[in-house]
Structure formats: structure tokens, C-alpha cells
């Protein structure tokens, strides 16, 4: 029997649109290349010029019934590739039966439970093919064959995937690595905290920044090559004078444009400095507490998943930046610019009435005539206009500093407290991998510790102290971390992740994304905040 064979179809350019002309044969070629123009513009659009992230909605929420459960409501995202998501139910995820699925996974990750399953919840752009309808068949064709689908169907696929690739298995298991990489999302981060650091003022002890500087340390952000020899002074001045700040933002974000982001930009073709293709939109990180059944070996989860949006990238649309703006102005960095001195109205003397004036008579050869008084009107005083105070600028939260934070009283009228509750400094040590044990390089308060978290990445610590206790939903006890990391580079940052049972869970991240290393020291303060709500 002869087979037949369709035509391939060839590979078609976004960038080039149908060009009607009468008399002109259309076929299916001509009709998916209209589409392909109008559908990749369109997400060209969204990806470029805003971004990606979650748009609104697709909240995650633990659920705990029979068995526990991750629920999702409906929402809208776009994801790396510009494509628009939309779930339009809400979702719900049997954590047991993902378990049960993936029992060899989970195996060679945990071997000896119980303990904790970091999971990464993500969503996914699918299409599905529907609305078949009968063609035009072939000789010797079945009437499967006969028949096509009609429509293309926007869906969606949420997936829960391991943080970390487990070991090799055969076959590979399906959720391994699935989780995204967010290169760009992380980039735009840090390029915020450097726009942060900057201070516009006009202090003549001020170490001011040049425009060389800054470009140097905005293209440190992205794919960095090999070491400079000799090896180059760090960069520690970020002051900018008021009469520069337009001229040094402007080199900032000209350098972010032109040679930053184009190293993270998403591509179908993966070049030097750029992730691989992704589509994939982070919701939520999960942690589990699994433990295993001795007889069934079965996993099951024990106690209420715990949620941390802190890594997903969202979207705010138009309207909301211009109230924001209105209201607040359009700041970057910090600013220590004396405010202009207050407005006084000036003093507008009272209108004075005019003062009667002498006629004089002349001797004339006439008759004398009676004196007729001449009437002087009596002018109007008009008042001084009121003035209307100008109102006071806005203070803005953000600008409070360390110091008056610091000097804030311990408790409030309210009863709230706010108070220090551990301290100290830490140091890597030198191992096989590169980074070793995390240990006390200075005083430390109140008996605090760090120690690396078991299976996760060398950035994440965990931090303990005499008086910790988890903060469970609904009490009015918070924990505050800051720091910073003060050798092996140039800047970076202490973030907080999530309570544990045992103590906080950090990252430290130098400003080049670099993770802990041997040699690098940091320091740490832990302040409590209780009161009512």
C-alpha cells in the first residue's frame, strides 16, 4: 500500500505579514503565518515592555480537610515567553497522592524521614487542539484521518516540581528540575537594590560616585567574565549630588538597557551569559513535613504545608504606578536634601483713605459766591486678602532612618514592644566544595547560631537563639532580621526566607548573586516585635 506523505511546513518569521493582492491562491501556510504576526507581536509586547509574573489572583493556600491539601484561585500571568495565563477555577492539589506518585523521588532525597520536602509550585502555558471537524480525505485514508480539529484552546498546567534535581534514576522522574531559574527576576532585584543604595545629597563630606562607577557597578549585575588582573579596587561610594542625579540615573538605566538586560533576556537560542528557554511562572516555594509509614512505607505529610511567595515575580498594572506616583512622587534611592525653608505669606499693608485737600479761591473781580462744600467721598478699605497656608510635604516611611529607628522607645502606648533579641558575627570556613562550616567570628547575643540548612543551597542558613518560638497564624509576634556581608565582597544582602520550627531561615547573597564562599563574614541582628494587631 503507498504511503502518503504531507508537505512539511516550513519554519515561519514572526516578523513578516501576508500581503493580500486579488487574484492571490491562500492556503493554510498563508492563513498561520497571519496568526503567527499578530499572536508573537502581542507577546512581544507583554514580555519587553512589562515583563513577567503573576497579574492578578492565582493566590496559594493551604488546605487541610480529610488530607492536606495546596489550593489555588483563579488569576492571570505572563510568562517568560510573553504568553498570556489564564486559570479561570479554582485548583486544588491532593499532596498525599503527589507523594505516592513520586515515591522513588522522594526516596532518594530523604533517607532517612522524617523530615523537610522543599517543593516549587509552577504554571505552565499549554494549548490543546479541540473542535473536530470533517476534511477533505485522501485515497485509502481511515476516518480517523478524515477528520481534524478546528480550534486551538488557551489552557494552563500548574505543576509541583523539587527545588533541587534529585539523584539519577532510571527512568528520570518527571518533577525533577522543573522549577524555574528566574535569571532576569533575580537581576531586576539586585538592580534594585542597587538603585537603593544610592543617596542623593549635597553633604561636602560625601564620598560622590563618578559615571564611570556606576556604570561598572550596574554591569556587575549581569554575566560577569573572568577576574580583572591586576584585580580591581572595590566600589564604594554611592553618593550623588542633586544637580547630577538626573545625568547619573540616566547613565544607570541606559547601561541597564543597552548591555544588562540583554544577557537575560529569553531567547530560542541560548547565546553566551543567557539562561535556557523557559516558560514556566513561579507561584510559590512548599515546605513539607514528611514522614513515612514503617509498614506501608508510604509518605504522607504531617502538619499544614508552609507557604513562601518571597521568589515570585508579579506585575502592577498602569493605573496603580500613576496613584502611586501622584501620591508619593517620583523617587529613586535615598535623599539627604535639607527641605526648602517653610512658606511665609507676605505682609500687605492696609489701602490708607485719601486726605482732603485745600481748595484755594482766587481773588476775581465777581460777585462773591457762597462757599459750596465740596463732598470727599469716603473710599473703601478693602481687606487683605487671606492667604492660604501651603500644606505640609509628605513624609514618606521610607525615608526613616537608622537612627531613629534605633532610638525608637521599646514599647508603645498601645502595649507593643520592640526589642533585640540576638546578635553576632559569622564567618566561613575553608572545605572540600569551597564553603564549609558557618561559624562565630566575633561576640555573639543571646546564644545565636548559624549552621547551613541540610540539602539546600549554600546561600540558606539556618538561625537559632535562646526564647525562639515559631510564630503560628494569628499571633501578634514577629521576628525582624537584617545584615550584611562584610568581607569577600563588595556588597550584598541578608534576606529573610521563613519561620522553621527550630529557628529563622536565611539567604546570604553577595550583589553578583555569588553564593557563600570560604572566606566571606557577616553579621546578623534579630529584634521581636509584639503588641496588638
Not at 503565518?33 to 507583554?46: F, S, T
Not at 492536606?68 to 491532593?94: F, K, Y
Not at 523539587?162 to 538592580?191: I, K, M, N, T, Y
Not at 490708607?352 to 462773591?368: K, N, V
Amino acid at each position: 500500500m503507498t504511503e502518503f506523505a504531507t508537505k512539511p511546513v516550513m519554519l515561519k518569521d514572526p516578523s513578516l505579514r501576508v500581503n493580500y493582492t486579488f487574484g492571490q491562491v491562500l492556503g493554510v501556510d498563508e492563513f498561520l503565518q497571519e496568526q503567527l504576526h499578530h499572536v508573537e507581536h502581542g507577546r512581544l509586547h507583554h514580555r519587553l515592555l512589562h515583563g513577567y509574573g503573576t497579574v492578578w489572583g492565582l493566590k496559594v493556600e493551604p488546605k487541610s480537610n480529610a488530607t492536606p491539601r495546596l489550593h489555588v484561585t483563579p488569576g492571570v500571568a505572563i510568562n517568560p515567553l510573553g504568553q498570556e495565563i489564564r486559570v479561570v477555577s479554582d485548583m486544588c492539589a491532593d499532596l498525599n497522592s503527589w507523594l505516592a506518585a513520586h515515591q522513588s523521588e522522594v526516596e532518594s532525597l530523604m533517607t532517612s524521614p522524617p523530615g523537610t520536602l522543599r517543593l516549587s509550585l509552577v504554571l505552565y502555558y499549554r494549548e490543546c487542539k479541540t473542535h473536530p471537524v470533517p476534511i477533505r480525505g485522501e485515497p485509502c485514508q481511515s476516518s480517523e484521518a478524515a477528520v481534524a480539529p478546528s480550534r486551538i484552546s488557551s489552557g494552563f498546567e500548574l505543576k509541583l516540581c523539587l527545588d533541587e534535581p534529585s539523584p539519577a534514576l532510571s527512568p528520570p522522574a518527571e518533577p525533577s528540575g522543573c522549577a524555574p531559574c528566574q535569571a532576569e527576576e533575580d537581576l531586576v532585584r539586585a538592580f534594585g537594590d542597587l538603585l537603593q543604595e544610592l543617596e542623593i545629597t549635597d553633604s561636602a563630606s560625601a564620598l560622590f560616585i563618578t559615571e564611570q562607577e556606576l556604570r561598572t557597578l550596574v554591569l556587575a549585575l549581569g554575566c560577569t567574565d573572568e577576574p580583572a588582573s591586576p584585580p580591581v579596587a572595590p566600589i564604594t561610594a554611592r553618593a550623588i549630588h542633586p544637580d547630577e542625579a538626573h545625568a547619573m540615573f540616566d547613565v544607570a538605566f541606559r547601561t541597564w538597557v543597552t548591555d544588562v538586560r540583554p544577557r537575560v533576556i529569553v531567547r530560542d537560542a541560548p547565546g553566551p551569559c543567557e539562561p535556557m528557554r523557559d516558560d514556566a511562572v513561579l507561584l510559590a516555594h512548599i515546605e513539607l513535613d514528611v514522614v513515612q509509614d514503617p509498614e506501608t512505607s508510604a509518605f504522607a505529610v504531617s502538619g499544614s504545608p508552609r507557604i513562601d511567595e518571597t521568589d515570585r515575580p508579579y506585575l502592577l498594572h498602569s493605573r496603580l504606578l500613576q496613584e502611586w506616583l501622584g501620591r508619593t512622587g517620583c523617587w529613586i534611592g535615598r535623599s539627604t536634601v535639607p527641605a526648602p525653608p517653610p512658606f511665609e505669606p507676605p505682609v500687605i499693608p492696609p489701602f490708607l483713605p485719601t486726605p482732603e485737600l485745600p481748595i484755594p479761591t482766587p481773588a476775581l473781580p465777581i460777585p462773591a459766591r457762597p462757599e459750596l462744600p465740596i463732598p470727599t467721598p469716603a473710599l473703601p478699605i478693602p481687606a487683605p486678602p487671606v492667604l492660604q497656608p501651603q500644606p505640609a510635604l509628605p513624609v514618606h516611611r521610607a525615608a526613616l532612618t537608622r537612627e531613629a529607628a534605633e532610638t525608637a522607645p521599646a514599647a508603645a502606648r498601645d502595649g507593643s514592644t520592640y526589642a533585640v533579641v540576638a546578635a553576632g558575627r559569622f564567618s566561613v570556613s575553608s572545605g572540600p566544595a569551597g564553603a564549609g562550616a558557618v561559624v562565630a567570628d566575633g561576640p555573639t547575643f543571646n546564644g545565636l547560631a548559624a549552621s547551613q540548612v541540610a540539602g539546600r543551597a549554600r546561600s540558606e542558613l539556618l538561625l537559632t537563639f535562646d526564647g525562639y518560638s515559631a510564630p503560628a497564624q494569628g499571633d501578634d509576634v514577629a521576628y525582624l532580621v537584617s545584615g550584611q556581608l562584610e568581607a569577600g565582597t563588595t556588597a550584598g544582602s541578608v534576606c529573610f526566607n521563613a519561620y522553621a520550627a527550630t529557628g529563622i531561615r536565611i539567604s546570604v547573597r553577595a550583589a553578583d548573586s555569588a553564593r557563600l564562599r570560604a572566606g566571606y563574614a557577616f553579621s546578623v541582628e534579630v529584634r521581636r516585635i509584639t503588641g496588638p494587631r
